[in-house]
């Protein structure tokens, strides 16, 4: 049963466009909401996470825009450019739990000059 | 030098071989996990370990086993390689009390299971 639905599962975007992924969670105990981007090679890395106490956070041209009512959060990327080109897995865990991260599937990016 | 290091990088195995991936880590943390990540799968867990003697299985354990010999190392094991192994692994680690959940991968290893 997978416990995070992300989408799509690629996206190409013009540079200086905006990127939008969406995930979807089910288990309502999930308290902390990762994104992680992973370049050709190498390792997953965490790029911004947000608490559901607030409803977005900004770091630079990432944004996550979280709905907690809905289940639902996003990450936005403005004025992409050709090096945010990778792919880019949504997350969630539980501090009340095990601290195991459950994964989406993954978004690769792609962002055309 | 690198934080989370994987080794090898790159192995070609036969079915029925058994093999072992190693990871290690400079950052102290008492956290290790092990992932596999497929094309269009993303990332899922195979065993992880909160200290030494904790070790949980994860979501896909069946056909792996895990040691943990210290802090700082973590190996996963294949008993008896199958082709449907053949993945990109990935070993990451987490600290903290709670705080802090980010996990850091190593650059992975990709096993080939002929």
């Known amino acids: 049963q997978q416990q995070v639905k992300q989408s799509p599962q690629s996206l190409i975007v013009q540079k200086g466009g905006i990127s939008i992924i969406n995930c979807a969670y089910e288990n309502t105990a999930f308290d902390y909401f990762p994104w992680y981007q992973q370049f050709p090679g190498k390792g997953p890395a965490l790029l911004i996470a947000i608490r559901p106490d607030v409803s977005e956070k900004k770091e630079g041209r990432f944004t996550i825009s979280f709905n907690k009512s809905a289940k639902q959060f996003s990450l936005h990327i403005m004025d992409s450019q050709p090096g945010d080109s990778a792919t880019y897995f949504c997350?969630?865990?539980?501090?009340?739990?095990?601290?195991?991260?459950?994964f989406g599937k993954g978004t690769k990016l792609s962002v055309i000059p | 030098d690198a934080d989370v290091t994987q080794t090898p990088r790159n192995r070609i195995t036969k079915t029925g071989k058994r093999i072992m991936l190693e990871c290690s880590q400079t950052k102290g943390h008492d956290r290790m996990y092990w992932y596999r990540q497929d094309p269009g799968l993303g990332l899922r867990l195979i065993y992880y370990?909160?200290?030494?003697?904790?070790?949980n299985k994860g979501e896909i354990s069946d056909g792996y086993s895990v040691s943990r010999q210290a802090q700082a190392k973590f190996s996963l094991s294949l008993e008896s390689a199958i082709p449907n192994q053949t993945a990109l692994y990935f070993c990451?680690?987490?600290?903290?009390?709670?705080?802090?959940?980010?996990?850091?991968f190593g650059p992975g290893t990709r096993l080939t299971v002929l």
């Open positions: 997350a969630a865990n539980t501090r009340a739990g095990s601290y195991q991260l459950t």
């Open positions: 370990s909160f200290d030494v003697k904790d070790i």
């Open positions: 990451a680690t987490s600290g903290g009390r709670g705080v802090n959940n980010e996990q850091f």
